[in-house]
């Protein structure tokens, strides 16, 4: 039944949008089968989706290069804004706005778009990329106006955003469950403001495939604990209102980033949830400094956040790395970087093989130790 919920969720998304693309004579979007195995296509969905500035939005389609039944879902990163001077693309924006071809990973294949490195786990999963360009998170529904005050020689001035994240994120997985039928496992991660949501659209992965193993990685997100975040960001982002019913009893003060994890991961404890994250990240103090946080090592922040969740589920871990470091999963240093000699390669490939994992903490926090 708590499934269904979210499966419900999906197919009405899926069903609007294809009565909007009916109704506005867009042509059908690429199947599966258009597409060449081994290398990345590029899809623009047109209809509801759209980037913070009114771009067009694509994401972009991996099938694997033999035959396989494990899908990967990776949610890109690219900041986040909830303010006009971060906002405004003339002041000091602090977000991608824009998706083009720069944003296909074949322009970086490492990590885990490294296709050709026998150690990579995903090395023959089929992959969708959901592209980011909404300043939300992937969890925004309204078109917000913001203000900048004036500064100096430059006049007061305004904005206005389109976040967007959910339709766009929703459209992608509509694509992707109509296209890829019933994997037996699936992998779900995101780095950075894609490893935010990513627990949060798990259950309609997993609402759409019932039979599958599913597991969850969110990379470089776990240290933004500021107990009235919420309200600026998501508030701004209108977030409150695509939550599932899952979420009725949370106000939006009460709402934080973790209950993501808690939310999902009570409601789905045959899935895996983790996290993987350096303790001194400095692109997540460079955030929370943007929300009055400062002077706060990221180690007292992480361990409080990792403890809430893993206090309220017991199928979630974390792998917590030692060095100052953001965003490791497209990386080559996906493959290098460890904690007492347990390589975060190795933890999370025994995580996709659905292997018991255990989770694990640097000793000395202030450097990255290495293993081959």
Same mark, same amino acid.
């Given at each position: 039944?708590?499934?269904?919920?979210?499966?419900?969720?999906?197919?009405?998304?899926?069903?609007?949008?294809?009565?909007?693309? +009916?109704?506005?004579?867009?042509?059908? @979007?690429?199947?599966?089968?258009?597409?060449?195995?081994?290398?990345? +296509?590029?899809? @623009?969905?047109?209809?509801?989706?759209?980037?913070?500035?009114?771009?067009?939005? /694509?994401?972009?389609?991996? %099938?694997?290069?033999?035959?396989?039944?494990? $899908?990967?879902?990776?949610? /890109?990163?690219?900041?986040?804004?909830?303010?006009?001077?971060?906002?405004?693309?003339?002041?000091? %924006?602090?977000?991608? #706005?824009?998706?083009?071809?720069?944003?296909?990973?074949?322009?970086?294949?490492?990590?885990?778009?490294?296709?050709?490195?026998?150690?990579?786990?995903?090395?023959?999963?089929?992959?969708?990329?959901? %592209?980011?360009?909404?300043?939300?998170?992937?969890?925004?529904?309204?078109?917000?106006?913001?203000?900048?005050?004036?500064?100096?020689?430059?006049?007061?001035?305004?904005?206005?955003?389109?976040?967007?994240?959910?339709?766009? *994120?929703?459209?992608?997985?509509?694509?992707?469950?109509?296209?890829?039928?019933?994997?037996?496992?699936?992998?779900?991660?995101?780095?950075?403001?894609?490893?935010?949501?990513?627990?949060?659209?798990?259950?309609?992965?997993?609402?759409?495939?019932?039979?599958?193993?599913?597991?969850?990685?969110?990379?470089?997100?776990?240290?933004?604990?500021? %107990?009235?975040?919420?309200?600026?960001?998501?508030?701004?982002?209108?977030?409150?209102?695509?939550?599932?019913?899952?979420?009725?009893?949370? +106000? @939006?003060?009460?709402?934080?980033?973790?209950?993501?994890?808690?939310?999902?991961?009570?409601?789905?404890?045959?899935?895996?949830?983790?996290?993987?994250? !350096?303790?001194?990240?400095?692109? /997540?103090?460079?955030?929370? *400094? @943007?929300?009055? =946080?400062?002077?706060?090592?990221?180690?007292?922040? $992480?361990?409080?956040?990792?403890?809430?969740?893993?206090?309220?589920?017991?199928?979630?871990? *974390?792998? !917590?790395?030692?060095?100052? !470091?953001?965003? =490791? !999963? #497209?990386?080559?240093?996906?493959?290098?970087?460890?904690?007492?000699?347990?390589?975060?390669?190795?933890?999370?490939?025994?995580?996709?093989?659905?292997?018991?994992?255990?989770?694990?903490?640097?000793?000395?926090?202030?450097?990255?130790?290495?293993?081959?």
């Amino acid at each position: 039944m708590k499934k269904a919920v979210f499966g419900l969720c999906a197919g009405v998304v899926a069903l609007l949008a294809l009565l909007t693309g +009916s109704v506005m004579g867009q042509e059908p @979007l690429p199947a599966l089968g258009d597409l060449p195995a081994g290398a990345w +296509s590029a899809i @623009l969905p047109g209809g509801d989706t759209i980037c913070s500035n009114g771009t067009p939005y /694509q994401f972009f389609v991996r %099938p694997a290069a033999e035959a396989s039944s494990s $899908l990967l879902v990776h949610f /890109q990163g690219g900041g986040a804004c909830w303010f006009g001077q971060i906002c405004d693309l003339t002041r000091n %924006p602090s977000y991608d #706005p824009f998706v083009d071809e720069s944003d296909n990973p074949a322009a970086a294949p490492f990590g885990i778009f490294d296709f050709d490195n026998a150690e990579n786990p995903f090395s023959n999963y089929n992959m969708v990329m959901v %592209p980011y360009c909404t300043g939300d998170v992937h969890i925004g529904n309204k078109i917000t106006t913001y203000t900048s005050p004036a500064e100096g020689d430059t006049p007061e001035s305004t904005v206005t955003i389109r976040h967007n994240g959910y339709n766009n *994120a929703m459209t992608v997985l509509d694509w992707t469950f109509d296209n890829f039928q019933q994997p037996d496992t699936v992998f779900v991660t995101g780095c950075s403001a894609g490893a935010i949501p990513s627990p949060f659209y798990t259950p309609f992965v997993a609402a759409a495939y019932p039979e599958a193993r599913i597991e969850q990685l969110g990379d470089a997100a776990g240290g933004y604990r500021n %107990p009235g975040l919420s309200v600026d960001t998501m508030g701004n982002w209108g977030t409150m209102g695509i939550l599932p019913p899952e979420y009725a009893d949370f +106000s @939006l003060r009460e709402m934080n980033f973790e209950q993501f994890y808690i939310t999902a991961a009570t409601y789905h404890p045959d899935i895996s949830f983790s996290q993987y994250n !350096t303790a001194g990240d400095g692109v /997540q103090l460079g955030f929370l *400094a @943007l929300t009055g =946080i400062t002077g706060k090592p990221l180690i007292d922040l $992480l361990r409080p956040n990792l403890a809430d969740i893993g206090g309220a589920a017991s199928n979630f871990d *974390a792998f !917590t790395a030692g060095g100052d !470091t953001h965003c =490791i !999963t #497209p990386t080559p240093d996906f493959y290098s970087y460890a904690v007492d000699g347990l390589r975060l390669v190795d933890w999370v490939a025994a995580l996709a093989a659905g292997d018991e994992i255990d989770s694990v903490t640097c000793t000395d926090c202030t450097v990255a130790e290495t293993g081959e």
